[in-house]
C-alpha cells in the first residue's frame, strides 16, 4: 500500500505537507502513518480520504491487485449511445492487438523474464479493464427496462 500512497501524495497539489494539513494531521503523525513508525498505519478510510482528495484510484488498484482482482471504474453514462460502445470495441481491438504483440515478443525466446511479466500483466489488465468497462456500459445502455422491473 506503500507505494500506492506515495503515487497519490504526488498527485496531491502541494504533496505530502498539503495532504497532511487537508487530512487534519500534523507532518510527524502523517509520516508515522506513511512509513508505520510506531505500529502506526493509515486506517481504510484514511485511504480512501487521500484517494479522494488526490483524485487518483491508486488505492483502489492495490487493494484490487491484493485480491487478485483488476479496479475498473466505471465510465459516467448520462449520454451514451451506440458510437460509446463502438468506441469501446475499437479501443478493446487496439489493446488486445497491443497485448498480442507483446506476448509474442516474451515468448518468442521461451522464457518470460520478470520485466516481461510485469509488462504482459499491466497489458493484461488493461483488457481487461476494457472489457469490464464495455460490458458496464452495454447493461447501463441495454437493461434499463429489465432493472425496472425487478
Known amino acids: 500500500?506503500?507505494?500506492?500512497?506515495l503515487k497519490m501524495i504526488k498527485s496531491f497539489p502541494g504533496g505530502k505537507d498539503a495532504l497532511a494539513v487537508a487530512m487534519g494531521m500534523t507532518i510527524h503523525a502523517f509520516d508515522n502513518r506513511l512509513y508505520n513508525r510506531k505500529g502506526q498505519d493509515f486506517t481504510a478510510d484514511e485511504e480512501l480520504q487521500i484517494q479522494s482528495?488526490?483524485?487518483t484510484t491508486f488505492f483502489a488498484d492495490a487493494v484490487a491487485?491484493?485480491?487478485g482482482g483488476v479496479f475498473v471504474e466505471l465510465?459516467?453514462?448520462s449520454d451514451i449511445g451506440n458510437d460509446e460502445l463502438l468506441e469501446k470495441w475499437n479501443a478493446l481491438y487496439a489493446?488486445?492487438?497491443e497485448f498480442s504483440g507483446k506476448f509474442s515478443r516474451a515468448i518468442?525466446?521461451?522464457v518470460v523474464d520478470q520485466r516481461e511479466r510485469q509488462d504482459l500483466s499491466a497489458a493484461g489488465e488493461g483488457v481487461n479493464k476494457l472489457v469490464q468497462e464495455l460490458l458496464a456500459l452495454t447493461f447501463r445502455i441495454y437493461c434499463k427496462q429489465h432493472e425496472k422491473e425487478d
Open 108 to 110: 518468442s525466446d521461451d
Open 75 to 77: 465510465p459516467d453514462v
Open 1 to 5: 500500500m506503500r507505494h500506492a500512497n
Open 95 to 97: 489493446k488486445v492487438g
Open 53 to 55: 482528495f488526490s483524485g
Open 65 to 67: 491487485s491484493l485480491s
